[in-house]
């Protein structure tokens, strides 16, 4: 076998044709926008509520896509689903639907009755994918995100 398994990041010198910034199969002529806007992207405004009364606010940007997995994306400790937008405007650009959510506690996310835990954090994440009835989904996080993620796949194996 040549060259990364699918799904890989690519290493080494660039790719014949590719372009700075933009995902493999991006039109060339897309419009770039810089990482500092952190600008929700156009979608729709949904609110979750747990099990203990948090309200966790969520926006859902994009179309499902029979061939692109939906990606869900847990911020970190102290910040909120605007971290995401960079990123999420490249998957939206590569044809994904995207799930930014604000963790219980941040941005526009109340904290809800239970103690804050990485083991409710899972819960929490857990509640939004169910909530949305979000299935096939990469679910990707930064640091305290990448710790939900975690969470939710030990605590929710019914589902991860």
């Known amino acids: 076998m040549t060259g990364p398994a699918p799904g890989a ?73 605007a971290v995401g937008v960079p990123v999420a405007r490249r998957l939206l650009a590569a044809g994904h639907q995207v799930v930014l959510y604000d963790q219980r506690g941040h941005g526009e996310s109340s904290t809800g009755s239970d103690p804050i835990s990485v083991e409710r954090l899972g819960d929490d994440l857990a509640a939004v994918v169910d909530h949305l009835d979000v299935t096939g989904a990469v679910l990707a996080g930064h640091s ?3 710790m939900t993620v975690m969470s939710f796949a030990c605590r929710h194996t019914e589902v991860a």
Request: with cysteine; proline share 16%.
């Open 144 to 146: 305290m995100g990448g």
């Open 9 to 81: 990041a690519h290493r080494g010198p660039p790719r014949p044709g590719a372009v700075p910034g933009r995902l493999p199969g991006q039109e060339a002529d897309a419009p770039s926008v810089p990482d500092t806007d952190l600008t929700l992207p156009p979608g729709r405004e949904v609110v979750v509520r747990t099990d203990d009364g948090a309200r966790l606010a969520v926006t859902v940007a994009g179309t499902p896509s029979a061939d692109r997995a939906p990606v869900v994306l847990p911020h970190c400790w102290t910040g909120s689903r």
